[in-house]
């Protein structure tokens, strides 16, 4: 089933000044990150939940994103801040280009490779994604990475004992004057005095290192931490993944070096220590890892819907907050798909890693050389960027060219959508769990009741998939 994508004519929430004025009255949480409210007689921006007193109504302006926010002459508030919040369930909901861009440069794409690089992945001028951008986001794509740098940055201020000076070129800033700036007109201090005024809070779990970080990955809850460490458990690549003791460990190849992530979800975070060759590589990796872990979702809006079909009622009451595992790459995750169980993994090179994962996933190029005849021709196809299978693609033009290459069929490319997209209403009707989960709950026709499950068929799968009377058990066991 092809992701709906007629969700994205939905009016944006930021635009309803007087749905956002009662969030923030009731400091609602499940909105941090949906919008951002800035008050006009402080100068400074908040998530919706800040425990500050509530300004009056006629002082505050809503905005979609930081960055909006920032381009308007506010700056981050140092009580709640608003950037270290769930990111907004809006990009993996809509697929419109303003979607597709807030992903890439969530990922760093301009800082490597520039506004230019952005324009291209994204198939637009730089000019017409200018304007799309402003348009639709309130900023620009400049002023969306200068967002996107100044979080990493912090991050790095107060999670690391790097200099200050490493600091700088490790987020992506061209200078240190650039650096200095920007953390100036952001967090209305300097550099130093964040790391300071963070020293006192924050909580270290054993050293932190030049290159090692411990960092807390928020999310909306309920969530389902079981679903997704069974999946992965039941997934995991021998040497490239594990999991043990409720935490998952993996390797990661990443824009400028490897790196090794140790995930363990907590009541009300998940727990991120991530071992980084090149420190340049922070923002891409926690990006990619809240992909992987779907922490961006918005559950009460998916429990809205599933819950009220009869059918799916009953699990979707026993098991809240069901996440769709994502991918920490796109083209890993469709050679998977297509090898299973059959990847060789010791075409992956050697890393030093933790204990249990030792190599990284094959390269493209490897696997068109080295891997199953099967799965060549669409490895070489990735290698030689015929084929590209990132974030940042429109989804119905990668189901095509994907359908196009030779051993892909129609269940693979949806799975990818699904995977990589982060796309919300796909149903993999073909996949034997998910039909011995349906037929389990009495569902009988997957097509014609999966119209009411739009726009979150693809967590409507996940909820089919735990009633598979071969699967684990569906109990309650979230976070």
Not at 67 to 88: E, H, I, L, T
Not at 222 to 236: C, E, I
Not at 361 to 380: I, K, L, Y
Request: hydrophobic share 45%; glycine share 8%; charged share 25%.
């Amino acid at each position: 089933m092809v992701p709906n994508t007629a969700v994205a004519e939905a009016p944006a929430l930021w635009r309803d000044a007087e749905r956002c004025y009662r969030v923030v009255t009731a400091r609602d949480p499940r909105f941090d990150g949906q919008f951002i409210m800035a008050v006009r007689t402080t100068g400074i921006y908040c998530r919706p939940s800040c425990p500050a007193s509530t300004p009056k109504e006629q002082n505050v302006r809503f905005y979609p994103t930081s960055a909006a926010a920032q381009a308007n002459g506010f700056r981050a508030c140092r009580r709640c801040f608003p950037d270290a919040v769930p990111g907004s369930p809006d990009w993996n909901l809509r697929a419109d280009l303003a979607a597709r861009a807030m992903r890439l440069i969530s990922d760093g794409t301009v800082e490597r490779e520039g506004v230019p690089g952005l324009a291209r992945r994204l198939g637009y001028s730089e000019r017409q994604l200018g304007r799309v951008l402003t348009a639709e986001l309130g900023a620009g794509p400049l002023a969306l990475a200068r967002a996107h740098r100044a979080h990493s940055a912090r991050l790095l201020i107060e999670m690391s004992e790097l200099p200050l000076t490493d600091v700088a070129f490790a987020a992506g800033f061209s200078s240190v004057r650039q650096f200095n700036e920007t953390i100036r007109e952001v967090f209305a201090t300097t550099p130093s005095q964040l790391r300071a005024f963070a020293a006192s809070r924050r909580r270290r779990q054993g050293d932190v290192g030049g290159t090692r970080l411990s960092l807390r990955l928020p999310f909306r809850p309920p969530f389902d931490a079981f679903g997704l460490l069974r999946f992965f458990a039941d997934q995991a690549v021998p040497g490239v993944e594990d999991v043990t003791d409720g935490t998952y460990t993996r390797t990661l190849r990443l824009a400028h070096g490897t790196g090794v992530v140790r995930l363990t979800p907590e009541p009300d975070h998940v727990r991120c220590e991530l071992h980084l060759a090149d420190l340049r590589d922070l923002s891409s990796a926690v990006s990619r890892v809240r992909r992987l872990l779907d922490l961006d979702a918005d559950p009460a809006a998916v429990t809205r819907v599933l819950g009220a079909d009869p059918a799916l009622a009953s699990i979707v009451e026993a098991v809240p907050g069901i996440r769709v595992p994502g991918a920490v790459d796109g083209e890993e995750l469709l050679l998977r798909a297509l090898l299973g169980r059959d990847l060789p993994a010791a075409l992956g090179e050697e890393v030093s890693g933790e204990a249990g994962v030792t190599r990284l996933f094959p390269t493209a190029a490897r696997v068109a050389t080295a891997g199953p005849p099967s799965v060549r021709g669409v490895a070489a196809a990735l290698a030689e960027g015929r084929l590209e299978v990132h974030v940042g693609r429109d989804a119905a033009d990668l189901r095509a060219e994907l359908l196009a290459c030779p051993g892909i069929d129609a269940w693979t490319a949806d799975y990818v959508l699904m995977r990589v997209l982060g796309a919300p209403d796909v149903l993999l009707t073909d996949d034997a769990a998910l039909q011995r989960g349906a037929t389990a709950l009495g569902i009988t026709d997957l097509a014609d009741r999966s119209r009411q499950w739009t726009p979150w068929c693809s967590y409507a799968g996940m909820y089919l998939r735990r009633a598979d009377p071969a699967g684990p058990e569906p109990v309650a066991n979230s976070c």
